[in-house]
């Protein structure tokens, strides 16, 4: 799976390119923990383009929020699709991070 960072001012923008299924989702928290050490503090995740997400890819969100939720900042997941965003609620992850929706991801970018 890639990821794309685009950095947006302080914020870095991480869109991965696939579903987040299988190992491969590690990848993301491991992503957000070297953005972490470089000194960011704002995260989010254009999941435009996952399609789909499975418990490893929960997990590797979950991981991500955690980390973030040590320096005191709240992961956001930005553009999910309806499948995305109902295994989210369903699972209670959407409790540990910011799930905005279309309009909401905008205003979050127009004010970054």
Known sequence: ???????????????PDGPLIGPSSRELSSIVERLL?????????????????????LESLLGAAEALAGVGS????????PIVRS???????????????ESDAETAREAA
């Open 1 to 15: 799976m890639q990821v794309a960072e685009i950095r947006q001012g302080a914020r870095v923008l991480l869109r």
């Open 37 to 57: 050490r470089q000194g960011r503090r704002s995260v989010a995740i254009d999941m435009s383009r996952a399609g789909t997400v499975d418990s490893h890819g």
């Open 74 to 81: 709240l992961l956001v997941i930005e553009k999910t699709n």
């Open 87 to 101: 295994v989210l609620e369903m699972t209670g992850v959407s409790r540990s991070l910011e799930v905005l929706s």
